[in-house]
Nanobody, 125 residues
């Protein structure tokens, strides 16, 4: 069964950058569209970005457009989320997940499976 592991989180000052990585073990990510989600304390998990299998369809939440970039490297069996100009409201646990569907304009939690443990992102001065 496909399992994913997120990494790359940490503490960064507002305006800073982080690069998150989503890796898979035992199975390849290349056959699945991948989404990134985040969850802040006391809030629901929300979709951040997704990318389809050939990278031709990419969608972002309005709150991160122009600041975050999702990409995939099938040779490395990974999907990355480059986060620039970070804001305190970007803080939370970031998760990646795979879907059997496609990268929709609005990510739906119900479409995704095989959630990892997440990686913590804290944006604070």
């Amino acid at each position: 069964q496909l399992q994913v592991v997120e990494s790359g989180g940490g503490l960064v000052q507002p305006g800073g950058s982080l690069r998150l990585s989503c890796a898979a073990s035992a199975y390849t990510l290349s056959g699945y569209p991948i989404g990134w989600f985040r969850q802040a304390p006391g809030k629901e998990r929300e979709g951040v970005a997704c990318i389809n299998t050939n990278s031709r369809i990419i969608n972002y939440a309005d709150s991160v457009k122009g600041r975050f970039t999702i990409s995939r490297d099938d040779a490395k069996n990974s999907v990355s989320l480059q986060m620039n100009r970070l804001k305190p409201e970007d803080s939370g646990i970031y998760y990646c997940a795979a879907t059997y569907y496609y990268c929709k304009a609005v990510l739906s939690l119900d479409d995704y499976f095989t959630w990892g443990q997440g990686t913590q992102v804290n944006v604070s001065s």
